[in-house]
T-cell receptor
Framework: AQSVTQLDSHVSVSEGTPVLLRCNYS??????LFWYVQHPNKGLQLLLK??????LVKGINGFEAEFKKSETSFHLTKPSAHMSDAAEYFCVVSDLPTGGSYIPTFGRGTSLIVHP | EAGVTQFPSHSVIEKGQTVTLRCDPISGHDNLYWYRRVMGKEIKFLLHFVKESKQDESGMPNNRFLAERTGGTYSTLKVQPAELEDSGVYFCASSRQGKSYEQYFGPGTRLTVT
């Protein structure tokens, strides 16, 4: 069984300050982990993914996440927030493929608010 | 490359009516998925097609929901008859064969049942 918890429903930062979006997961096997972003009226866009390679994963738009097995965490960070980062972010876990496909479990989402 | 498209973007129907949602995946993507997000809740998996075949429909809530993918291209999701609890945003995603973890999502269809 797999589950994911996004610890904050909303995060508010000032432009130019660091971003931290927290995610904890539970998985019976070796999980694959993802972060997606959804801007208003747009589809979910894959930011980055961890699939058992390097534990520090770099994604698009300056985001990165670190897989920490001991803490069962996969927090998303960015050194300096930009106004365009304001969106909803989803942490996703998927463990062993079922019939050859990954069936993901989504977190509830974290809304990132960026103040000028 | 065109992205995943969904139609309509919004739909408002009355309880008991029928609604059909459509998803056009990225050309060449054999895998097609449907998800739903009920307000305030997580995005949940509904079902997965590989080409025209249903690979996994374990997430379909009940038999009022019918998904099809005739010809292995676009897919439809019909809700008949719609109930109030069916309101939410329905997402479609597609991926290449062998890369099912790299899913590309459409913008979603917001369904409101009144």
């Amino acid at each position: 069984a797999q589950s994911v918890t996004q610890l904050d429903s909303h995060v508010s930062v000032s432009e130019g300050t660091p971003v931290l979006l927290r995610c904890n997961y539970s998985s019976s096997y070796s999980p694959s982990l993802f972060w997606y972003v959804q801007h208003p009226n747009k589809g979910l866009q894959l930011l980055l993914k961890y699939t058992s390679a390097a534990t520090l994963v770099k994604g698009i738009n300056g985001f990165e996440a670190e897989f920490k097995k001991s803490e069962t965490s996969f927090h998303l960070t960015k050194p300096s927030a930009h106004m365009s980062d304001a969106a909803e972010y989803f942490c996703v876990v998927s463990d062993l493929p079922t019939g050859g496909s990954y069936i993901p479990t989504f977190g509830r989402g974290t809304s990132l608010i960026v103040h000028p | 490359e065109a992205g995943v498209t969904q139609f309509p973007s919004h739909s408002v129907i009355e309880k008991g009516q029928t609604v059909t949602l459509r998803c056009d995946p990225i050309s060449g993507h054999d895998n097609l998925y449907w998800y739903r997000r009920v307000m305030g809740k997580e995005i949940k998996f509904l079902l997965h097609f590989v080409k025209e075949s249903k690979q996994d429909e374990s997430g379909m809530p009940n038999n009022r929901f019918l998904a099809e993918r005739t010809g292995g291209t676009y897919s439809t999701l019909k809700v008949q008859p719609a109930e109030l609890e069916d309101s939410g945003v329905y997402f479609c995603a597609s991926s290449r064969q062998g890369k099912s973890y790299e899913q590309y999502f459409g913008p979603g269809t917001r369904l409101t049942v009144t």
